[in-house]
T-cell receptor, first 115, second 117 residues
Framework: NAGVTQTPKFQVLKTGQSMTLQCAQD?????MSWYRQDPGMGLRLIHY???????DQGEVPNGYNVSRSTTEDFPLRLLSAAPSQTSVYFC??????????????FGQGTRLTVV | AQTVTQSQPEMSVQEAETVTLSCTYD???????LFWYKQPPSRQMILVIR??????QNATENRFSVNFQKAAKSFSLKISDSQLGDAAMYFC??????????????FGKGTHLIIQP
């Protein structure tokens, strides 16, 4: 099983450039989310989606846009990259609700450097 | 807002010995989930163990077990018979059930576990 796939794995951007981080999952998970991980910090929630067509902001949404047109894909867009967005980005998905088998599955991360 | 605190930035243990990683959290919810994730140098986030707050029994997964103290809001991870492959960053994470943030995870800052051969 592929699970959660993120592309690219590494990216260098210049300040002001735009780009999209891709995330795809093949587990038919309704819930998907994006996190960023900075040195000395745990992961922090950027945006999340509870299903196709539904997105909302997490803890650190500024500078990022998301959309969810299909269950499988949840891209993260940086419209005008800033050095403060240098980070490792993780996409995660899970089944909705609570209880057994609702833990989050993570992609392998994208290391983004903005110069 | 919930917070998760891991007070040990780094821990070191001899191979085959036991180590305990600490985690405390703050929440006003009565029902929630707690997780320990392992992050090796490959960056992959790997679920180690989970605990439902409504279950009094501590979760166990092979060499990994937790000590969940709900009243104290404490959730420590014990690794028995430590192996070289256990070396990684370990993150404690909280997930509420109130529906906000799609119950996204709140993470601690992590503990870097070193295994001495």
């Amino acid at each position: 099983n592929a699970g959660v796939t993120q592309t690219p794995k590494f990216q260098v951007l210049k300040t002001g450039q735009s780009m999209t981080l891709q995330c795809a999952q093949d587990m038919n998970h309704e819930y998907m989310s994006w996190y960023r991980q900075d040195p000395g910090m745990g992961l922090r929630l950027i945006h999340y989606s509870v299903g196709a067509g539904i997105t909302d902001q997490g803890e650190v949404p500024n500078g990022y846009n998301v959309s969810r047109s299909t269950t499988e894909d949840f891209p993260l867009r940086l419209l005008s990259a800033a050095p403060s967005q240098t980070s490792v980005y993780f996409c995660a998905s899970r089944l909705p609700g609570q209880g057994e088998n609702t833990e989050a599955f993570f992609g392998q991360g994208t290391r983004l450097t903005v110069v | 807002a919930q917070t998760v605190t891991q007070s040990q930035p780094e821990m070191s243990v001899q191979e085959a010995e036991t180590v305990t990683l600490s985690c405390t959290y703050d929440t006003s919810e009565s029902d929630y989930y707690l997780f320990w994730y392992k992050q090796p140098p490959s960056r992959q986030m790997i679920l180690v163990i989970r605990q439902e707050a409504y279950k009094q029994q501590n979760a166990t997964e092979n060499r990994f077990s937790v000590n969940f103290q709900k009243a104290a809001k404490s959730f420590s991870l014990k690794i028995s018979d430590s192996q070289l492959g256990d070396a990684a960053m370990y993150f404690c994470a909280y997930r509420g059930t109130s529906g906000g943030g799609a119950d996204g995870l709140t993470f601690g800052k992590g503990t870097h576990l070193i295994i001495q051969p």
